[in-house]
């Protein structure tokens, strides 16, 4: 069955940085296109970072061009967020989407940026 583990969440001050795992099994995950989405305390989920199934090709939103990088190990099934100069504002839960019918959803690593 399909399953998407995180980790690498944590408690983090203002400028520190994380680096976000998800470990993929139960689906071909080098063809997969895969993102990663956080929801803040009472917000909507939204759409962090997407990577297409080459690696080549990647989104991000605008609030965090430029501070965080989405990778992914094919071979490791793996795919990562590497996060830097966090801000509190980046406090949220984020998940791991695999857009393998009908998408799968990780259960999601807490991020919490505070002094």
């Known amino acids: 069955q399909v399953q998407l583990a995180e980790s690498g969440g944590g408690l983090v001050q203002p400028g520190g940085s994380l680096r976000l795992s998800c470990v993929a099994t139960g689906f071909m995950f080098r063809i997969t296109p895969m993102s990663w989405y956080r929801q803040p305390p009472g917000q909507e989920r939204e759409l962090v970072a997407s990577?297409?199934?080459?690696?080549?090709?990647?989104n991000y939103a605008d609030s965090v061009k430029g501070r965080f990088a989405i990778s992914r190990d094919n071979a490791k099934k793996t795919l990562y967020l590497q996060m830097i100069n966090l801000k509190p504002e980046d406090t949220a839960a984020y998940y791991c989407?695999?857009?393998?019918?009908?998408?799968?959803w990780g259960q999601g690593t807490q991020v919490t940026v505070s002094s």
């Open positions: 990577m297409d199934d080459t690696g080549v090709n990647t």
């Open positions: 989407y695999a857009a393998w019918s009908p998408g799968y």
